[in-house]
């Protein structure tokens, strides 16, 4: 079970800390739950304590873990699915992992898709959500600001 102070990542929204525990009524019922803060944007989620397991909810990862994302993100892309409608479907399935290294993957493919061709609307959606979930679990992970991580991850990118 988690506690406040705890760095956790909520899959496809990202990571962040547990600032407090609280009790709220909604519709006549009493349920605890956990108030996350978000470093990107500054975002406070409630989830109720009760389904913290049911929503995927983990510990972020380790600093190595950190070091291989970035390795990740400085070695040359492989071979790229030519067909956008498998590879959007694809894509959204790694996210939905919530695993670091899926995300990492997901967000240089996109990137490098986007510099040098340009992505669809749903894609560059997908760029997007990449990008966010792997600046919060780095940025919380280094203890290091969204803007500072978003720096590092796109001069390690290699086109």
Not at 46 to 69: A, L, M, Y
Not at 109 to 125: P, Q, R, V
């Amino acid at each position: 079970m988690f506690d406040i102070g705890d760095k956790i990542v909520y899959p496809m929204h990202g990571a962040g800390v547990i600032v407090k525990k609280e009790e709220k009524d909604i519709l006549g019922i009493k349920k605890e739950y956990f108030i996350f803060k978000m470093p990107v944007g500054e975002i406070k989620i409630s989830i109720p304590v009760d389904k913290v397991n049911d929503v995927g909810i983990r510990t972020v990862v380790s600093t190595d873990i950190v070091d291989e994302v970035y390795s990740i993100l400085s070695t040359k892309q492989g071979e790229v699915n030519a067909n956008w409608n498998q590879r959007y479907k694809d894509n959204l399935e790694k996210l939905r992992t919530g695993d670091l290294y899926e995300i990492s993957s997901v967000f240089k493919e996109l990137y490098i898709l986007d510099e040098e061709k340009g992505l669809s609307m749903a894609e560059k959606k997908l760029l997007t959500t990449s990008k966010k979930m792997l600046i919060s679990e780095i940025s919380v992970v280094k203890d290091k600001s969204a803007s500072e991580i978003e720096d590092k991850i796109l001069s390690l990118i290699s086109l």
